[in-house]
C-alpha cells in the first residue's frame, strides 16, 4: 500500500502560510488579517486609482496591485473593482519632490490625508509629464510617487485607501 502524502497541518492565512497575489508573494499576519483590517507588514495591497481633471471631476483609472519592494514600487492591474474611499481625513503630510520618468522630470506635491495619497503638480514639467502619461493612466509615475511616499513619507502599503493624480492645482 502507498502511504498516503503528508497534507499540510495549517491551510488558513495565518503566518506560517502565504497567499500568491498576481505573482507577488503577500505576507500575511493571521491575528490582525482575521480582525479585517490591513495588516501592516503587507507587501501587496489592491487599490483604486483616480485622476482629478482641472474641473475638479474624479475619473477612475482603475485597480491595481501596488507591490512595495526595497527600492521600487510596482503596479499592475487588478481583475478586483473597488469603490472610491470615503473615509474622512484623519492626519496631513506633505511632501515637495522631484519625479523623474522616462517622459522627463517635474516638480510634485505629494500628499496624505490619512487614507488618500494625491499626487499634485507644481511646474509645467510636472503638467506636461501628467498628461503625456495619461495614455499608459501614470503609472510610472504613480510607481515613482508611491516609492517616495514610502521611503520619505513614512507611509506604508496597508496606510492607503486609494491613490490620486491631479491634473491642475487642488
Same mark, same amino acid.
Given at each position: 500500500?502507498?502511504?498516503?502524502?503528508?497534507?499540510?497541518?495549517?491551510?488558513?492565512?495565518?503566518?506560517?502560510?502565504?497567499?500568491?497575489?498576481? /505573482?507577488?508573494?503577500?505576507?500575511?499576519? /493571521?491575528?490582525?488579517?482575521?480582525? /479585517?483590517?490591513?495588516?501592516?507588514?503587507?507587501?501587496?495591497?489592491?487599490?483604486? #486609482? #483616480?485622476?482629478?481633471?482641472?474641473?475638479?471631476?474624479? *475619473?477612475?483609472?482603475?485597480?491595481?496591485?501596488?507591490?512595495?519592494?526595497?527600492?521600487?514600487?510596482?503596479?499592475?492591474?487588478?481583475?478586483?473593482?473597488?469603490?472610491?474611499?470615503?473615509?474622512?481625513?484623519?492626519?496631513?503630510?506633505?511632501?515637495?519632490?522631484?519625479?523623474?520618468?522616462?517622459?522627463?522630470?517635474?516638480? #510634485?506635491?505629494?500628499?496624505?490625508?490619512?487614507?488618500? #495619497?494625491?499626487?499634485?503638480?507644481?511646474?509645467?514639467?510636472?503638467? *506636461?509629464?501628467?498628461?503625456?502619461?495619461?495614455?499608459?493612466?501614470?503609472?510610472?509615475?504613480?510607481?515613482?510617487?508611491?516609492?517616495?511616499?514610502?521611503?520619505?513619507?513614512?507611509?506604508?502599503?496597508?496606510?492607503?485607501?486609494?491613490?490620486?493624480?491631479?491634473?491642475?492645482?487642488?
Amino acid at each position: 500500500m502507498t502511504p498516503m502524502p503528508e497534507t499540510p497541518e495549517n491551510m488558513s492565512n495565518t503566518p506560517e502560510n502565504t497567499t500568491e497575489t498576481t /505573482g507577488h508573494k503577500t505576507v500575511w499576519d /493571521g491575528d490582525r488579517d482575521r480582525g /479585517g483590517d490591513r495588516p501592516e507588514d503587507k507587501r501587496v495591497v489592491t487599490l483604486p #486609482f #483616480f485622476k482629478v481633471l482641472e474641473d475638479k471631476t474624479t *475619473h477612475r483609472y482603475g485597480t491595481y496591485d501596488v507591490a512595495k519592494r526595497t527600492t521600487e514600487v510596482k503596479i499592475a492591474p487588478s481583475a478586483q473593482v473597488l469603490p472610491e474611499p470615503n473615509q474622512p481625513a484623519t492626519q496631513y503630510r506633505e511632501l515637495d519632490t522631484e519625479l523623474t520618468t522616462d517622459k522627463g522630470t517635474g516638480e #510634485f506635491t505629494l500628499k496624505y490625508n490619512g487614507s488618500r #495619497f494625491t499626487i499634485l503638480p507644481d511646474d509645467d514639467a510636472a503638467a *506636461h509629464l501628467i498628461v503625456v502619461g495619461d495614455e499608459t493612466k501614470n503609472r510610472d509615475l504613480f510607481e515613482k510617487a508611491l516609492h517616495v511616499a514610502f521611503t520619505k513619507m513614512g507611509l506604508e502599503v496597508a496606510n492607503l485607501d486609494g491613490v490620486y493624480i491631479h491634473f491642475g492645482k487642488e
